[in-house]
């Protein structure tokens, strides 16, 4: 009688800590998510993409100036 009684406890505390880790679980997932758009939302451009504006510029100035691609020097392409 005691056994099973104890059976059932072991039992109804096992479901119990089920559900509470699968809340866990959740709660966490959805914080990591509301992060990672937290942080993309206040993300900078990339490094490659400033590269790449600081680029076009160059090429628009060759353009505007009038000078073929090879007179230009790559320090002018480097960013500040």
Do not use: H
Not at 26 to 40: D, H, T, V
Not at 41 to 56: F, G, H, L, V
Request: proline content about 4%; charged content about 30%; overall charge positive.
């Amino acid at each position: 009688m005691q056994v099973n009684k104890l059976k059932k406890e072991l039992g109804s505390i096992q479901a119990s800590r089920k559900t509470a880790v699968f809340a866990l679980r959740m709660a966490l997932q959805k914080a990591a998510q509301l992060r990672l758009m937290e942080k993309e939302k206040n993300k900078s451009p990339s490094y490659a993409m400033r590269i790449s504006i600081r680029i076009c510029k160059v090429v628009w100035s060759m353009l505007q100036d009038g000078k073929p691609f090879g007179e230009v020097e790559i320090n002018d392409m480097v960013s500040p």
